[in-house]
């Protein structure tokens, strides 16, 4: 069946552009994470949907990122002023529930200019 | 700060088994371990998890310590396609997934 999957793949965008991030989890799947990677790091967590809501978004790290879930599926993250900083690899995870296996997309590439 | 130490890099020879081992000193009684591996350019995929007891799945075997501080993911023969970087993953007091750095596993043909 078909997997998680986050668009754009890459995007590459100037310092001080606004980015949004999409993720369309497994169907079913009520669980939804967000991730950061830079390189050579393992994935940093940013933020935890269960259904519509987030249930922790502690790892977001400051007020630039936001992420929503309206509907209880897709999940948008939102990045405002980016910095150079921002430039990393976004992952996406969702899951039946909190708890059980996550199932990653293959992330999107963010390059900030 | 990642709650599990593991080797940066290992290797292993096409066919063989390969042990990769995880220290987790600080784990709590009720602290499932975990692991995942990624691919280059791919997210991480599940590999396996446990608690106390010794767990076999299709992809691995996950050896846990008896004292549960360390644990051991065993890929029985290794194929070229399982070179990867391998997460040994406790979560936080959030419950969130805390990634290290992984073992950057190499496999020779």
């Known amino acids: 069946g078909a997997g998680v999957s986050q668009t754009p793949s890459n995007k590459v965008t100037e310092k001080g552009k606004y980015v949004e991030l999409r993720c369309d989890p497994i169907s079913g799947h009520t669980a939804l994470y967000w991730y950061r990677q830079s390189l050579g790091q393992g994935p940093e967590f940013l933020i935890y949907?269960?259904?519509?809501?987030?249930?922790?978004d502690s790892g977001l790290p400051n007020d630039r990122f936001f992420a929503v879930r309206p509907e209880g599926s897709v999940s948008t993250l939102k990045i405002q002023r980016t910095e150079r900083g921002d430039s990393a690899v976004y992952l996406c995870a969702s899951s039946l529930g909190p708890g059980q296996p996550q199932h990653f997309g293959d992330g999107t590439r963010l390059s900030i200019l | 700060d990642a709650k599990t130490t593991q080797p940066n890099s290992m290797e292993s020879n096409e066919e063989e088994p390969v042990h990769l081992p995880c220290n987790h000193s600080?784990?709590?009684?009720?602290?499932?371990i975990h692991w995942y591996r990624q691919l280059p350019s791919q997210g991480p995929e599940y590999v396996i998890h446990?608690?106390?007891s010794n767990v076999n799945n299709r992809m691995a075997s996950l050896a846990i310590a008896e004292d549960r501080k360390s644990s051991t993911l065993i890929l029985h023969r290794a194929t070229l396609r399982d070179a990867a970087v391998y997460y040994c993953i406790l979560r936080d007091e959030g419950q969130n997934f805390v990634f290290g750095p992984g073992t950057r596993l190499s496999v020779l043909p």
């Open positions: 446990g608690l106390t």
């Open positions: 949907f269960q259904g519509t809501g987030a249930a922790d």
């Open positions: 600080t784990i709590s009684g009720t602290d499932y």
